[in-house]
């Protein structure tokens, strides 16, 4: 499980650390969907500067240590985050719980009943401006879930949490919720990590804390692997 934390040292903005995007930006306004609905220029503008951030950045030493575990081990990856930087380091299989910076679908968009997605278009890092629309007629929105929306994949995040052996929790808050109950559907013998360089405030007697950034905690990680 990953969150804003591994693709901070991408250069690629956190949202609630000191100096984050929620200083500069009401949540209200520009990530939830009541702000979508009162001013779809300004969410837009928001999400199309963070796609082109995005652009530039590049995957980082933790991104990569991720995508290696690959090479010896089954590995899934859960993400709050909705950069492609897992991705782009190699990771062949990553479930975005709150969508993808890179892809947007209809306003009137659905996800069907098992979770699937519909009507998802990539349109890399291009901007999208109010007038795009998807074929159907209706305004192209972000692909992302909005504070005040429902979260499509939290039941395919909990049956990977479910089936797993370890699980390794790296830059994350464990704040934001859903996700941030998901390590609770770990199995009883199924050790866990934290790598984050705050202190995270879980208390399970399965958990091992690793304080510090991203990239060198998995240095560390991958010593006690």
């Known amino acids: ?38 001013n779809r220029k300004l969410v837009l503008d928001f999400y199309n500067e963070r796609r082109a951030q995005l652009k530039d950045a590049r995957p980082n030493a933790a991104h990569e240590a991720i995508a290696a575990l690959e090479r010896s081990y089954d590995v899934d990856v859960i993400t709050q985050n909705v950069d492609n930087l897992h991705e782009r380091a190699g ?40 007038g795009d629309l998807a074929p159907g007629g209706s305004q192209l929105r972000p692909h992302i879930v909005f504070f005040g929306e429902a979260v499509p994949n939290i039941e395919k995040a909990i049956d990977l949490v479910m089936k797993a052996d370890i699980l390794l929790i790296v830059g994350s808050s464990l704040q934001v919720y859903p996700a941030a109950g998901l390590y609770r559907y770990a199995p009883s013998g199924c050790p866990i990590y934290v790598i984050d360089p705050k202190p995270v405030p879980l208390a399970d007697p399965r958990v091992t804390f690793i304080q510090d ?10 010593q006690m692997l």
Do not use: C
């Not at 804003?4 to 939830?32: I, M």
């Not at 950034?213 to 991958?222: D, I």
């Open 213 to 222: 950034v991203a990239t060198r905690g998995m240095e560390k990680f991958l």
């Open 91 to 130: 990771s062949t299989r990553v479930l975005h719980l709150h969508g993808e910076l890179t892809k947007v679908r209809p306003e009137n968009g659905i996800y069907d009943r098992t979770g699937s997605e519909a009507e998802v278009i990539d349109v890399g890092y291009e901007p999208v401006v109010l």
């Open 1 to 38: 499980m990953t969150g804003a934390g591994v693709s901070a040292e991408s250069g690629f903005a956190t949202f609630r650390d000191t100096g984050g995007l929620w200083e500069q930006y009401d949540v209200n306004d520009v990530a939830s969907i009541e702000g979508w609905y009162r």
